[in-house]
């Protein structure tokens, strides 16, 4: 990896990791409900994609496409309902492991034959993820995980679409772009059936979420992508939930259990095999 490559995936996971630390304390500490954040966060996303680009090429058309949109939008809605009741290491933990899970098994099936240690490395991460949602005192609502479980598929199958994208910031603009309608829709129906709510916080944090950790951190991931394998990809991201464990404990007093510290042990050895590991001919 090029200096360049390294400096762009570190600014990637922390913006990842700032996306799952926003999201929980609006969820957690102001009055914004998920749909209005949702909405909020990628309305936000899509107008400071759109002004960047016009900055930068004021005559370039939108690339993107309705399925990135759609994988985007799917995301953001599971993230955001998900983290109504999982604390923020937690979810950091099952959407990356689900991410990194669905990236590698895509990479298998496209050609990117495994070992069988690399096979291990995989057990080893669906271990930990089985761990962290067994029953106890700690573990998290299981439709909550399972929520955040889609929210990593989703996010994976957007990573992947984003690596045959030519222009990383008019991908993203023009994805944000599409996806916005949807989410006010979605905003507006749930308007219709439930109280809204929100307050200056809860709209600051998704205005950041929206603007700095997704619409720009995602430019910077898709820049990124374009070099990294697909394993190496899954792999990166593995650093977001120690990051976001770290700033739950720090912002949100979150404690780490011990439950936490096992899987996350299991996921990032079971991955780092999978990367660590040359793959056969």
Not at 9 to 16: E, H, K, V
Not at 44 to 59: E, N, Q, Y
Not at 70 to 77: D, R
Not at 206 to 216: E, M, Q
Request: charged content about 10%; some cysteine; glycine content about 10%.
């Amino acid at each position: 990896m090029t200096p360049r490559l390294y400096a762009l995936t570190l600014l990637s996971m922390l913006a990842f990791a700032g996306n799952s630390l926003l999201c929980r304390l609006a969820l957690k500490q102001t009055a914004i409900d998920p749909a209005t954040f949702v909405a909020i966060r990628i309305a936000s996303g899509a107008l400071v994609l759109w002004l960047v680009l016009r900055l930068r090429k004021p005559t370039k058309a939108l690339e993107g496409n309705w399925h990135g949109a759609l994988a985007l939008l799917a995301y953001a809605v599971a993230f955001a309902y998900a983290y109504t009741q999982i604390p923020a290491g937690t979810g950091a933990l099952l959407l990356f492991a689900s991410i990194q899970i669905s990236m590698i098994l895509y990479g298998f099936f496209i050609g990117e034959r495994l070992s069988i240690t690399q096979g291990l490395g995989i057990g080893l991460a669906v271990a930990g993820l089985v761990i962290l949602m067994l029953p106890s005192v700690s573990a998290p609502p299981l439709f909550h995980a399972l929520l955040m479980i889609a929210a990593g598929v989703a996010w994976g199958a957007y990573s992947l679409l984003g690596r045959s994208a030519r222009d990383a910031a008019s991908a993203t603009a023009g994805n944000f772009i599409r996806a916005t309608p949807v989410a006010l829709l979605l905003f507006l129906l749930h308007g219709l059936s439930s109280r809204v709510g929100y307050d200056a916080a809860g709209v600051a944090y998704a205005v950041a979420s929206g603007a700095v950790t997704s619409g720009l951190g995602y430019v910077v991931w898709y820049a990124a992508l374009k070099g990294l394998k697909v394993t190496h990809a899954a792999t990166v991201q593995l650093s977001v939930p120690v990051l976001t464990a770290f700033g739950g404990t720090l912002f949100l007093d979150e404690p780490v259990t011990g439950i936490l510290v096992t899987a996350s042990v299991l996921i990032l050895l079971g991955i780092a095999l999978v990367v660590l590991v040359k793959r056969p001919a």
